[in-house]
């Protein structure tokens, strides 16, 4: 009993951190990415600081949807029904770095899958379309193949990395980072949003350690992002530009 009075209130500490420190870390990767803009104005991902106020905001609006009963339509039904700017936003977050993939690797092979990859995506947003409502339901197919494209893509620039440079994450290398944050993300949190749309689907509560374990590996990105920006050297990112 005494560790089980032990442990609650760190859970307590620990969901309070992990709600409180996702959303704001959106925010100040936006800013550095800004800040740092100098190092990679020329260069292929000259439009990811757009990309991640754009992250910022829709996370922003999200939140105010969810805990303040904002309405995107008129039908009171939809209330508290925030999927369709976060399925919109995981369109674009996903087109966005399968271009970036494409342009960063060297081998035509390589590319040609980055491009395969974008039309399956596609065709796996065709698909949902007509299986679940665009405005108010989790795209969870389209979700899960950009997803495993974005982890595939990933591998692709590492294996490039120690073909190149027998390493496989070039510490001073912006998109190594980058391709961290994202390969561990999915590859742990693909599995969690699928278990949470089977709950969802047998009317079960999801597990809150899936909460726990998709906000701390969410902020582990972040942090690679941030690392990445700090640490770039403007050399590596201009190799093929």
């Not at 500490?13 to 990679?40: C, H, K, Q, S």
């Not at 389209?142 to 294996?159: E, K, M, S």
């Not at 709950?199 to 998709?214: A, C, D, F, M, Q």
Request: aromatic share 22%; glycine share 4%; charged share 15%.
């Amino acid at each position: 009993m005494e560790i089980i009075a032990l442990v609650n209130p760190l859970l307590r500490g620990l969901d309070t951190f992990l709600e409180n420190a996702y959303t704001p870390l959106y925010g100040v990767t936006a800013f550095i990415a800004l800040w740092r803009y100098r190092r990679y104005f020329d260069t292929a991902l000259k439009f990811i600081p757009i990309l991640f106020f754009y992250t910022f905001l829709t996370e922003l609006l999200g939140l105010l949807i969810r805990d303040f009963d904002i309405n995107l339509f008129i039908n009171e039904f939809y209330s508290n029904n925030n999927f369709l700017i976060y399925n919109i936003y995981h369109i674009i977050f996903y087109l966005f770095f399968f271009c970036i993939y494409y342009f960063y690797l060297e081998r035509q092979r390589d590319k040609n899958i980055v491009l395969a990859w974008g039309v399956i995506f596609l065709l796996a947003n065709l698909y949902n379309l007509n299986v679940a409502s665009f405005a108010t339901i989790s795209q969870i197919y389209a979700y899960v193949v950009g997803g495993l494209g974005i982890i595939c893509c990933a591998a692709l620039y590492f294996f490039q990395n120690y073909r190149l440079k027998s390493k496989w994450c070039i510490k001073k290398d912006l998109l190594s980072w980058i391709s961290l944050g994202l390969l561990v993300f999915y590859v742990v949190y693909i599995p969690i949003k699928i278990m949470k749309h089977y709950w969802v689907l047998i009317g079960e509560y999801s597990n809150p350690w899936s909460r726990r374990i998709h906000l701390s590996v969410l902020i582990f990105m972040y942090v690679c992002f941030i690392l990445g920006f700090v640490k770039m050297d403007r050399n590596l990112l201009k190799r093929k530009t």
